[in-house]
């Protein structure tokens, strides 16, 4: 878990110098936020659908777009 939120941190911190990130975001609490959508997610899905398929794709897809668009139309 410590490695996933370093490696996010420096993501981040990377795409804020190379101008994709905002530079006024907190990278350490980002960093957190995103892991913890990840967590839960696969959480939620292997507490209550452990009975269903596992759709690594849609999954995946979802967390990104939420992560790197929100839900808020622009």
């Not at 993501?11 to 995103?34: E, H």
Request: proline share 0%; glycine share 6%; hydrophobic share 45%.
């Amino acid at each position: 878990y410590v490695s996933l939120h370093r490696f996010l941190i420096k993501a981040l911190l990377i795409g804020q110098q190379g101008g994709a990130v905002r530079a006024t975001i907190d990278v350490d609490v980002t960093a957190s936020c995103i892991l913890g959508s990840i967590k839960q997610v696969l959480e939620q899905y292997l507490v209550h659908n452990s009975d269903r398929d596992f759709d690594v794709e849609r999954f995946a897809q979802a967390v990104v777009e939420y992560n790197l668009n929100g839900v808020l139309v622009r």
